[in-house]
């Protein structure tokens, strides 16, 4: 528990960094996120938008840095750098091994090795309650096409929860008539549409009663013609005070719901502010660029 917790955020993120092999995606990103906000981030392609976002629900492991949620850290590491740190120690002394600068990062390179395999016995144990507080939406909807609509919903409350059946599908009823989906509840989830199964993938989500939602980009393989369904569902919801975190490209629907819009390319956070500050007077040189390709 971080003893330093100020209840008014809901995730901390300190210098978070992540490689696929030699190919560093994220670079030092750092962000705090207060309750009931609503950010949007924007970018282009292999700008690390995605890999930031599930890294924040550990469905990608960070590569080093910090993550903080409702003051508990969830991933920490220093082993990445403490390595980088050693090797560049190593290129630039010969008579390395006799100096104590050198004993000391590998000690220290050993305790962080030592700290990260206790750390990853304990997300294994950790991870499906930390999930349960922070729902995901994806790209592609990821429901179970071999179930109904109801049983999509009422799954994984009756499993990790153990909420009975009859509660389960009571809540489900009323999201599913929230999201106008109350008709198809006994349908199988194969025979509804893309945005009517992304709605579901969002009521899904919301009968976890999580703290926190994270979209990625979730109208991004959706036909156009749906995309404006999925886009008033996120809406209505960003109105109740969840804390929303979303990846899109649409640059409109940004602008309108979000309080706080973030930039990122290359990995990194080029700039942030709220929407007017963003799309109206953007300061960052590559933050123009991206906007007057986009808008």
């Known amino acids: 528990m971080n003893t330093n917790y100020n209840d008014e955020y809901i995730i901390k993120v300190t210098n978070l960094y992540k490689n696929y092999g030699q190919n560093e995606v994220l670079k030092g990103i750092d962000l705090t996120v207060k309750k009931g906000e609503?950010?949007?981030?924007?970018?282009?392609?292999?700008?690390?938008?995605?890999?930031?976002?599930?890294?924040?629900?550990?469905?990608?492991?960070?590569?080093?840095?910090?993550?903080e949620f409702e003051g508990n850290i969830i991933y920490e590491s220093n082993t990445h750098h403490l390595k980088k740190e050693l090797e560049e120690f190593k290129k630039n002394n010969s008579d390395y091994k006799t100096q104590e600068k050198y004993k000391q990062l590998r000690k220290?390179?050993?305790?962080?090795?030592?700290?990260?395999?206790?750390?990853?016995?304990?997300?294994?144990?950790?991870?499906n309650v930390h999930r349960q507080k922070i729902g995901m939406v994806f790209q592609h909807f990821n429901v179970f096409n071999n179930?109904?609509?109801?049983?999509?919903?009422?799954?994984?409350?009756?499993?990790t929860k153990g909420i009975s059946k009859e509660e389960a599908e009571k809540q489900a009823l009323e999201l599913l008539e929230k999201v106008g989906l109350l008709d198809k509840a006994k349908e199988y989830s194969l025979k509804l549409s893309g945005g009517q199964k992304q709605r579901l993938a969002i009521v899904r989500a919301l009968a976890m009663n999580p703290d926190c939602m994270l979209f990625d980009e979730p109208t991004s393989a959706l036909d156009p013609e749906m995309v404006k369904e999925v886009l008033e569902v996120i809406k209505r919801l960003t109105q109740t005070g969840m804390t929303i975190i979303i990846v899109t490209h649409e640059m409109g629907f940004a602008k309108e719901i979000s309080d706080r819009v973030?930039?990122?390319?290359?990995?990194?956070?080029?700039?942030?502010?709220?929407?007017?500050?963003?799309?109206?007077?953007p300061k960052n040189a590559r933050t123009k660029e991206f906007l007057s390709k986009v808008l």
Do not use: W, Y
């Open 262 to 281: 973030i930039f990122m390319d290359q990995g990194i956070i080029c700039e942030e502010g709220t929407p007017e500050e963003i799309f109206n007077n």
């Open 38 to 67: 609503v950010i949007s981030i924007i970018g282009s392609s292999g700008s690390g938008k995605s890999t930031f976002i599930r890294c924040l629900n550990l469905l990608g492991e960070p590569t080093a840095g910090k993550i």
């Open 147 to 159: 179930l109904t609509v109801i049983d999509n919903i009422t799954l994984a409350p009756m499993k």
């Open 108 to 127: 220290e390179l050993k305790e962080s090795r030592i700290h990260d395999f206790k750390q990853s016995r304990q997300i294994d144990k950790t991870i």
